[in-house]
């Protein structure tokens, strides 16, 4: 073996180790004391993608588990959501309200759409389900087009957590994603005791495991359904209405986010918001982590030109690959909720 | 299948036209001139401004150019390059139109060229790609703008001439992104630290710019078209980048479209311009006064590209008297561009494109307390495109 190669390699080996917080002589941090905090900030990055990526899963997965419908236009939810939230914010001058404006306007489009056409999909096959929820997509898009216009509007994050926060010596982070974060994590929370604590989630895990039994018992399955869904567009127009100062309001931007969404789902494990929760911060780690540390990687295997190439088309694809993986190990997800 | 899909387009096609024959009978002496930009979509604001300049130059000359009068066709190709291509083959064969100019991007030009240069003359106010620069250049097209790679090799020769040892470079991963950071590194001499592409739909550059704090380089250099851009500017800002690590574009990431929308949090960056809001020749006091007073907004470079487009095909219009079916004729006129461009100096090279000076620019806060572009050096005098060696024209 030629030794540049060889060297190469080593020099790869002791990269990894380091991301193991272990420096070659086993001591960690010493050798390279820049690391662990590009890690931490790369974490928190990864984190905040995920429990994005949470909040219109748990709403997906929920509406799939428990009604046994494939809702296409979930990510129109979403973009109703931030829309609504941008809008407010420009007017009232208050995030707060804006926030609110998300959640309410995403709960009642879930609640108008679950009554005026869902409903009349129950029963129908999944491929009647993605074509009616498909229409809903381009509807909407065309609705807000001719309402916001096709510009995309950049939203600005509330003034008090415009700046950044020192979390480490040396380690700024943008408060508005801190708070992001902890939105998110209080979110799945809140559902973590709504499904697990409360009359209304036994009602919605019976109907996700024995949907006949729990109709034949007498539950109004017609008005679970209607809060199931509601709930979920809930959830899909807060993380909108967060999503705006970060990314860009425009029309599409549900589809681009839906399909990772979906891949949480999958990976999840159908119906499961457990598995949606823990799928989503994996698959936010994944691109995250990917697009930071391929290129790095790469530039140790190959000539620095062809490893970036390399990295950038490997990095667009690893969530895929993941989700492949996962699908090759546990064929119904993390945490399968169907049993 | 294609008998229906050929019917639906000659019929789109033909409606159009009808709207349009009735004033070409009326006036036979009017020359045309056909505007196919982009209106709609993500890039609707550069094809507004190019048309804006564009009107504007009509404007002044009382809906004349170069003292013949004329009659600018507009149409928009919304970023589609078969769109495009459907206008061009409208305009040339039915319309009769022999001058056009207008398109912002190059997979839509590429499209277009092929039909519009045997037959017609092209003007580009902006899109230059190399394919049209190099052994593919023509004696029908002329760039007036700057041929692709110029503004991203001008911030690549600043860099150098500043003896900046470090550069962090990031570009999406598509033909011009890529095309960008090769126009970059051609001209640059230090370290490139890492060349990052990221994906075409992507806004959230968290990952990328903890990558570029950690990899501490001395500049970051970006090409990030529209949206993309505004994003990553705002974050670069929102992660306490801005102010400690310079970071530069080209001109179109950091011009007057960009920063009404990004606002104070471009304050600082750096970019490379042929033109600038601050450029001290008359022309250009004029048409900035003149552009603002018709359109209550600044002008963009685009908007400058536009203005100088016209008033090129207005310099040839007056050299023919508006003899615009002479194309050999035409394009020696057009080729002296013996016109006042609002940048100041300007010339054609061999291949038909400029040889002019590319400025460095930094955005600022102006005494009106505008955010605007202020010029603060020159990175090339006189530069010439890296392809005009391979363009047999004479």
């Known amino acids: ?339 | 299948m294609r008998m229906t899909r050929r019917s639906i387009l000659a019929a789109t096609a033909a409606l159009p036209g009808l709207w349009l024959a009735r004033p070409a009978l009326a006036q036979s002496e009017v020359v045309k001139i056909g505007m196919i930009t982009t209106l709609s979509g993500p890039g609707a604001a550069l094809g507004a401004d190019i048309r804006d300049g564009f009107n504007l130059a009509v404007k002044h000359g009382g809906g004349k150019l170069g003292g013949v009068a004329v009659e600018v066709v507009v149409a928009d190709d919304g970023l589609r390059p078969e769109n495009g291509r459907a206008i061009a083959e409208r305009m040339v064969r039915r319309e009769r139109v022999q001058v056009l100019t207008g398109i912002v991007f190059s997979n839509v030009l590429l499209a277009v060229a092929p039909v519009v240069l045997p037959v017609a003359t092209y003007v580009s106010a902006n899109a230059g790609p190399s394919q049209l620069a190099g052994e593919g250049c023509h004696p029908n097209y002329f760039n007036v703008a700057w041929q692709n790679d110029n503004l991203h090799e001008a911030v690549g020769q600043y860099l150098t001439q500043r003896n900046v040892r470090r550069a962090f470079i990031l570009a999406p991963n598509y033909p011009a992104g890529r095309d960008a950071l090769t126009g970059f590194k051609r001209f640059y001499k230090g370290e490139v630290v890492a060349e990052t592409y990221t994906r075409l739909d992507q806004l959230d550059y968290a990952a990328e710019l903890a990558t570029i704090r950690n990899a501490s380089p001395e500049a970051v250099y970006i090409f990030l078209p529209g949206g993309l851009g505004i994003n990553f500017i705002k974050q670069y800002a929102a992660a306490g980048l801005r102010g400690r690590l310079p970071l530069y574009g080209p001109g179109f990431s950091f011009d007057q479209d960009v920063l009404a929308a990004v606002g104070e949090d471009a304050l600082g960056c750096f970019n490379s311009s042929q033109w600038a809001l601050d450029l001290p020749n008359s022309a250009n006091l004029t048409f900035v006064e003149t552009f603002e007073r018709e359109y209550g907004r600044l002008p963009s470079l685009y908007a400058s590209q536009g203005f100088d487009a016209a008033n090129l095909i207005g310099s040839a219009l007056a050299a023919t008297r508006g003899d615009v079916s002479d194309r050999a004729a035409f394009a020696a006129a057009l080729k002296r561009a013996d016109f006042a461009s609002v940048r100041g100096a300007f010339r054609f090279g061999n291949n038909n494109h400029p040889i002019q000076t590319i400025y460095m620019r930094e955005v600022v806060r102006d005494a009106k307390g505008r955010i605007v572009n202020r010029t603060i050096g020159v990175a090339f005098q006189d530069h010439q495109d890296a392809y005009a060696a391979q363009c047999r024209l004479g």
């Open chain 1, 1 to 339: 073996m030629p030794t540049g190669l060889r060297r190469n390699r080593q020099h790869t080996l002791h990269r990894f180790r380091i991301w193991l917080f272990l420096s070659p002589n086993g001591a960690p941090f010493r050798s390279c004391p820049m690391y662990p905090t590009l890690l931490l900030e790369q974490t928190l990055n990864g984190f905040t993608l995920g429990v994005m990526l949470f909040l219109l899963a748990a709403g997906l997965t929920l509406i799939f588990g428990v009604m046994d419908v494939i809702n296409l236009a979930h990510g129109s939810l979403y973009m109703a959501g931030a829309f609504a939230s941008a809008a407010i914010t420009a007017r009232t001058g208050s995030f707060a309200a804006g926030l609110l404006a998300g959640v309410v306007v995403g709960a009642a489009f879930a609640l108008l759409l679950e009554l005026a056409l869902i409903r009349r999909l129950y029963t129908r096959a999944h491929l009647d389900q993605v074509l009616a929820t498909f229409a809903v997509i381009l509807i909407a898009n065309e609705t807000v087009k001719i309402l916001f216009g096709p510009q995309p509007i950049f939203a600005a994050p509330p003034r008090s957590l415009s700046g950044s926060v020192e979390l480490l010596p040396g380690v700024l982070y943008p408060a508005y994603r801190l708070a992001i974060i902890a939105a998110g994590l209080l979110a799945a929370l809140f559902l973590w005791w709504l499904i697990g604590r409360t009359r209304l989630g036994m009602l919605i895990r019976a109907g996700t495991t024995h949907r006949q039994m729990v109709q034949a018992l007498g539950v109004n399955i017609k008005a679970l359904f209607a809060i199931v869904f509601a709930i979920g567009g809930a959830l899909a127009g807060l993380a909108g209405a967060m999503a705006a100062p970060i990314l860009a309001v425009q029309v599409g931007m549900g589809e681009q986010i839906l399909i990772l969404a979906f891949v949480v789902v999958v990976i999840g494990g159908l119906g499961s918001v457990r598995g949606a929760f823990l799928a989503a911060l994996l698959v936010g780690l994944t691109d995250t982590m990917s697009r930071a540390l391929l290129p790095w990687l790469m530039r140790d295997l190959l000539p620095p030109a062809a490893a970036d190439q390399v990295a950038a088309n490997l990095s667009s694809v690893a969530v895929y690959l993941l989700m492949a993986v996962v699908l090759a190990l546990r064929p119904r997800g993390l945490f399968p909720a169907h049993g």
